[in-house]
């Protein structure tokens, strides 16, 4: 029996290779690429929120579309991050006229307008006029002021208004 395992010991078996089957890992990687691309936000809708502004909570899924951003704080007015009214705590009727339109916002807001429209005529490519308008309103303003800057929003031709909050993260 000694002579065996003596001649055994120079004849070694050959180490196989051993072969890793990554079928599956790659299942998994796939399922993990197709749910990071649909968690994906790719809206480019990227909103400054101004100091005093306190947006409401809401838990809506929706995403904010591209327009025309009016911010209002009690004390200010902003129209694509540009001041266009400081009230602190003033009266706000002698900004307006007797249709009850906020004059300094009508004015910025026609001249918006005729931006738009100017820039969609010369380059073709260019998106057209849509009247739509983000609003940023802080949750404590009055629902009566509210209707005022939609009035006046819609006078300057403005008339799709979209009302952009706070998200829940669930």
């Known amino acids: ?5 003596i001649r055994n010991r120079g004849k070694r078996k050959k180490k196989e290779v051993m072969d890793i089957d990554i079928t599956s890992l790659l299942d998994i990687l796939v399922i993990l690429l197709v749910f990071l691309l649909k968690s994906y936000n790719s809206s480019g809708q990227v909103i400054t929120v101004p100091k005093g502004v306190d947006l409401p909570i809401s838990e809506s899924q929706s995403i904010s579309s591209s327009g ?3 911010q209002v704080s009690p004390s200010s007015i ?3 991050d540009k001041e266009v009214l400081i009230h602190k705590g003033a009266s706000i009727s002698k900004y307006s006229d007797r249709g009850n339109r906020i004059i300094p916002l009508l004015t910025v807001l026609r001249q918006k307008k005729a931006e738009i429209e100017k820039i969609s005529k010369q ?3 260019a998106k057209e ?3 739509k308008l983000n609003l940023l309103v802080d949750k ?3 629902y009566s002021f509210l209707q005022r800057i939609m ?3 819609a006078s300057a031709g403005f008339s799709q208004f979209k009302f952009v909050v706070l998200g829940t993260d669930n």
Request: net charge positive; proline share 4%.
């Open 151 to 153: 009035h006046t929003s």
């Open 140 to 142: 404590s303003i009055k």
């Open 129 to 131: 006029f849509t009247g």
């Open 1 to 5: 029996m000694r002579n065996r395992s």
């Open 68 to 70: 025309t951003i009016v």
């Open 78 to 80: 902003w129209v694509d």
């Open 123 to 125: 380059a073709p490519k």
